[in-house]
């Protein structure tokens, strides 16, 4: 489409009952980044409230109609996703306007690729909205959808603020307050805290105690604290109906000794078989996705499913030929009358998908007309691609989905609600609480990515003898192997945090992401190392992690920027102070401009004289480089002599002894102000 033209959406598709808009864009430095926001609007143009405005922070409406999914990394870049069920639209919204924000002095000009497309409910692109003449614009209106009688538009809009989101969400009638970056920066510190206080990966095992004396009704009595005009939103604040979330510290246990162990929902020990696996994590994943509606709406929202009334049914035998099939699993959604089925296909362990299976699956679904099918397994899917291949009859008019869960992106999703957002009552926190230990437990078989394959051998071999050449097909398939660790590592990390945390995805525009691979493949082959990037919300830079495959070495590092004002010895000193409860052995080092590299020291030595780490020759330092290196495991699976679990460690280590320890980013998003009547 063009800025100012407009389509009609039953032109382009018979089932717009719900769509899929994805907002993208690329950066050449990789770290680029926007906040989507959408706001409906009534017949005056306006909002015709705040809960109208949806954003990082109010992701989702209570109807169901406009849930914000999140950012998911691209070959080069980030897209955001938004399902809107357009038949649950209140009569009363005319427009739905969809937006992006930038922060921090940041514009838009800077980014490459601003697009949104339009897909239906199954994934398939309808329309697509291209930005080129981006320049000082701090916040951009893409497009929109209108009503005109009873059908739906879409309007491509183009249109840039350089006021940022202020002056956007001002035109529609939203009041928003910019925090003073003191107010800013204590408010970010409060929500720092948290993180800090944990160890990453250790869960909480036992329910709050003040769950069993909370009920629903109790909760929605409990009374919320005034809150005065033009006073700021924290950062990330609670919704002012009471949400239940996990405590930082469990309750002290009525056991006699740590030999007694908690009777469980979900027991796990007496399994054996894989397909014991199999049935039971499915069951158990299927039936707290029905009873806390939060939860099963975050994970099929995602697939195009509407809000709804959720049921689901598992082992259903289904007519295929000579012999009927057996899905592990059913999901279905009523909503206004109408269903939406997606069949679902487990596997646990390493066990992989079968693609003549999930191809039966496919025509099953096609023949009775369901929507998609949704296959379930440790593997971790690479841009946005299903892990096996299945043929699409063209001639089929009813289209089915195809898509794919990792139970990392699982208990990814159950983190979220339960440890950071919460969820309703007490009785859906502990289901989520109990689910939680299930999948982390050694004997469900839901631990997600848990091996590098076969190629790891033969390249760790291959660099040892270096006998590794490029071109060698083992060596992308580490790559793709790396990918989906450093993916789950986002996961699991953003899900303890409750920040964004995604790849940092560095390439020339246009490069698909074989040619990237490839690429990546052929450092591999004549350096050794695997190298990736991390952007977690709030850190001042991106979280780095090099495997050295011939040193058998992790490093772990982060690049600090010179502030803009006072003076270097200052600089030092101020950071030695932040870094007090940081590891002795972490390297420090100074970035020179021009430079490959400065003076460096470790943090033991610096604590009595910071002044050591400044060049001598009064060069002008751009920064600061922290690091940790870490043994590196030399098999291929997640054993505590595996690859994969000293990657873990590593970046756990270095971001809760170092990252947590470092200022965070001043609050970047202007923030809501609350009014009351007066």
């Given amino acids: 489409m063009v800025k100012g033209s407009n389509v009609a959406l039953d032109v382009l598709s018979e089932d717009i009952g719900a769509v899929v808009l994805s907002l993208s864009w690329r950066s050449a430095t990789g770290d680029g980044d926007a906040d989507v926001s959408l706001l409906l609007l009534g017949g005056d143009g306006k909002v015709r409230g705040d809960a109208d405005f949806f954003f990082y922070n109010n992701p989702a409406s209570a109807d169901g109609s406009v849930q914000l999914l999140g950012k998911t990394p691209t070959a080069d870049g980030s897209e955001d996703r938004i399902t809107l069920d357009l038949s649950a639209m209140s009569p009363g919204v005319e427009r739905v306007v969809l937006a992006a924000s930038r922060y921090g002095g940041a514009r838009f000009g800077d980014l ?144 006699e000794n740590d030999a007694w162990r908690r009777a469980r929902l979900f027991p796990v020990p007496s399994l054996k078989s894989d397909r014991e696996r199999e049935m039971r994590a499915t069951s158990v994943l299927l039936s707290v996705m029905a009873q806390v509606p939060e939860y099963g709406r975050r994970l099929t929202a995602a697939f195009g499913a509407p809000a709804g009334r959720m049921e689901t049914f598992t082992e259903v035998s289904l007519p295929h030929g000579d012999t009927p099939k057996r899905p592990d699993g059913v999901i279905r959604v009523e909503r206004a009358g109408k269903l939406w089925t997606a069949l679902v296909e487990t596997k646990t362990n390493g066990n992989a998908l079968k693609a003549a299976q999930v191809q039966d699956y496919m025509d099953i679904a096609a023949r009775r007309g369901y929507e998609a099918v949704i296959t379930l397994s440790n593997d971790v899917a690479l841009d946005g691609r299903p892990p096996v291949d299945v043929k699409v009859d063209g001639r089929r008019k009813h289209k089915v989905a195809l898509w794919h869960l990792s139970w990392a992106e699982v208990a990814h999703q159950a983190q979220m609600l339960i440890r950071h957002e919460g969820v309703g009552n007490a009785a859906h926190a502990w289901l989520l609480l109990e689910l939680l230990h299930y999948l982390q437990h050694e004997n469900s078989g839901c631990h997600g990515f848990q091996n590098m394959g076969p190629a790891w051998v033969p390249v760790r071999r291959g660099i040892d003898e270096e006998t590794l050449c490029q071109g060698d097909p083992h060596a992308i398939q580490v790559v793709e192997s790396w990918e989906r660790l450093v993916r789950q590592v986002c996961l699991r990390l953003g899900g303890e945090l409750g920040q964004k945390v995604l790849p940092v995805q560095r390439a020339k525009r246009g490069t698909d992401p074989h040619t990237r691979r490839a690429t990546l493949a052929d450092d591999l082959c004549e350096g050794g190392r695997l190298r990736a990037e991390l952007r977690i919300d709030g850190t001042p830079g991106a979280l780095s992690v090099a495997a ?57 030595r610096l604590r009595p004289e910071p002044a050591d780490i400044l060049p001598r020759d009064g060069a002008q330092i751009t920064g600061f480089r922290l690091s940790l290196l870490k043994g590196m495991g030399s098999t291929r699976g997640n054993s505590d002599s595996g690859f994969i679990r000293s990657v873990d460690d590593a970046v756990d280590r270095f971001y809760t002894g170092v990252v947590a320890h470092l200022e965070r980013r001043p609050a970047r998003r202007p923030q809501l102000a609350e009014s009351t009547a007066g």
Avoid: C, M, N
């Fill in 548 to 604: 050295d495959l011939r040193t058998g070495k992790l490093r772990t590092s982060i690049d600090i920027p010179a502030p803009e004002q006072g003076y270097p010895l200052t600089w030092a000193k101020r950071l030695i102070r932040q870094l007090a409860e940081a590891p002795a052995d972490l390297h420090v080092e100074t970035l020179i401009e021009g430079q490959s590299g400065g003076p460096r020291s470790t943090l033991e």
């Fill in 112 to 255: 490459d690729e601003l697009r949104i497309t339009l897909a239906d409910r199954t994934g398939e692109p309808l329309l697509t909205f291209s930005i080129d003449d981006a320049g000082a614009e701090s916040a951009f209106i893409f497009g929109e959808l209108y009503r005109r009688g009873e059908e739906w538009k879409f309007r491509a809009v183009g249109q840039g603020y350089e006021s940022g989101l202020a002056g956007l969400a001002t035109d529609f009638g939203i009041d928003v307050d910019d925090a003073s970056e003191e107010e800013s920066e204590a408010s970010v510190a409060d929500t720092a805290q948290a993180p800090s206080d944990a160890v990453l990966g250790t869960p909480a095992t036992e329910p709050p105690a003040a769950l069993s004396a909370q009920t629903p009704a109790t909760l929605a009595a409990q009374p919320t604290a005034p809150k005065a005009v033009g006073v700021p939103v924290p950062r990330r604040p609670r919704t002012a109906k009471k949400k239940v979330v996990l405590p930082k510290t469990a309750g002290k246990s009525l056991a």
